[in-house]
């Protein structure tokens, strides 16, 4: 019976179109929905959320605002359970929420190499290291700005020569730019001699994370400049937190397009049945039995949904890796990236709406009157 659910759905091809053109679209802005929340997910909860410290200037948010003597860092190592202190420069074009946010990060090149997962796909360490207004971009800005290895770029007061582009286990690293650390202090219209935005604690493998922020707090306290540390993903999350309400309400925003698919699958299988509730009689009186009727319009309903579904899924993964899209706010980023969770979850979701959808009309079709539906014109 495959043949006849295909012959039935083209029989009326505009309404299949127009239908499956309808809920690949609102999948299209399910997945990206969806990638949002991933990416905010991932820069929360990753592998270097709970087990790294940032120590920031109190009652500072925009990096700008943020000025901590680099020497904190000689300090900060004595505190036990401190692993390494990487001193951080941080430059932002933009500290409100932006979509072409740009992020440099100055810090010492052996300290980058070291600590962050990153990889060059072009260009060389050694040109960074040692050419001091070297930069290493990361792969989504290049994307963006349309850079590569040995092109100068420059923005607001900064100019840098691209040494390198680089990919990172972690989407949101790509979207930074790496500098040296003395690069961005003496630059000029910065004015940051001798001070730093942050400093990055990594610790060691037994260390309370918690403890060891309260410690390197109280330690500092009575320094030039008080600051405030906690881990470096409730930092980041405090960071982005009107984007986090935003995210959060964009998330009923992709149960709307589920629920816009469900409407709309729903509507055209009911009238695909009424359009033929006496071919449904005539099936019943050669034999075709009503669990069999049911299971016509099920397929029915399930094949334009996942058609609509999957297209649209496969369009907003395609979109996601070319785009490279990203959104920021004060120096933190949000990289949208295509999965393979999205993918499973945009096709589960299809089957399941399809499913969903087409029950109604399945059962109306399956419990036709006969001799009632004979006698119609």
């Not at 083209?10 to 127009?18: A, D, F, G, M, V």
């Not at 401190?82 to 072409?100: G, K, Y």
């Not at 100019?159 to 000029?188: C, D, H, M, W």
């Not at 120096?331 to 709406?353: E, N, Y």
């Amino acid at each position: 019976m495959i043949a006849y659910v295909l012959k039935t759905l083209w029989r009326h091809r505009t309404r299949t179109l127009l239908t499956v053109t309808g809920a690949a679209v609102a999948m299209f802005v399910f997945c990206f929905v969806g990638s949002v929340q991933e990416g905010l997910h991932r820069l929360t909860n990753g592998a270097d959320a709970d087990r790294s410290l940032i120590v920031f200037q109190e009652n500072r948010f925009c990096p700008t605002s943020s000025r901590l003597p680099e020497d904190y860092s000689r300090k900060i190592k004595e505190v036990p359970g401190v692993r390494d202190v990487m001193p951080i420069q941080v430059w932002t074009n933009n500290c409100r929420a932006s979509l072409d946010i740009v992020v440099f990060n100055g810090a010492d090149p052996e300290q980058i190499q070291r600590s962050r997962p990153i990889k060059l796909t072009s260009g060389d360490w050694s040109q960074f290291k040692s050419q001091r207004d070297a930069a290493i971009v990361g792969r989504n800005v290049a994307q963006r700005r349309g850079l590569k290895t040995g092109d100068q770029f420059s923005i607001g007061e900064i100019s840098v020569k691209v040494a390198g582009v680089f990919e990172s286990t972690v989407p949101s690293e790509e979207n930074l730019i790496y500098t040296s650390l003395a690069f961005l202090q003496y630059t000029r219209g910065l004015d940051a001699a001798g001070l730093v935005t942050q400093h990055e604690v990594m610790l060691t493998d037994d260390a309370e994370p918690d403890r060891v922020a309260a410690e390197i707090d109280e330690m500092l306290r009575s320094g030039s400049v008080a600051t405030k540390t906690r881990r470096k993903g409730a930092f980041q999350a405090s960071t982005l937190s009107d984007l986090v309400d935003l995210i959060g309400f964009a998330h009923w925003l992709g149960y709307a397009c589920v629920g816009l698919v469900l409407s709309l699958v729903a509507t055209t299988t009911v009238m695909s049945v009424q359009d033929r509730i006496k071919e449904y009689a005539v099936l019943q009186t050669i034999g075709v039995r009503p669990a069999r009727a049911m299971r016509l319009v099920l397929a029915e309903s399930t094949l334009l949904c996942l058609v609509g579904g999957v297209a649209g899924t496969m369009l907003a993964l395609a979109a996601l890796g070319i785009g490279g899209f990203a959104i920021g706010a004060e120096g933190a980023t949000i990289a949208f990236r295509p999965s393979l969770g999205l993918a499973v979850s945009g096709t589960i979701v299809s089957l399941i709406v399809g499913v969903a959808a087409g029950l109604a009309p399945a059962i109306q079709a399956a419990t036709v009157p006969i001799v009632n539906s004979l006698r119609q014109a």
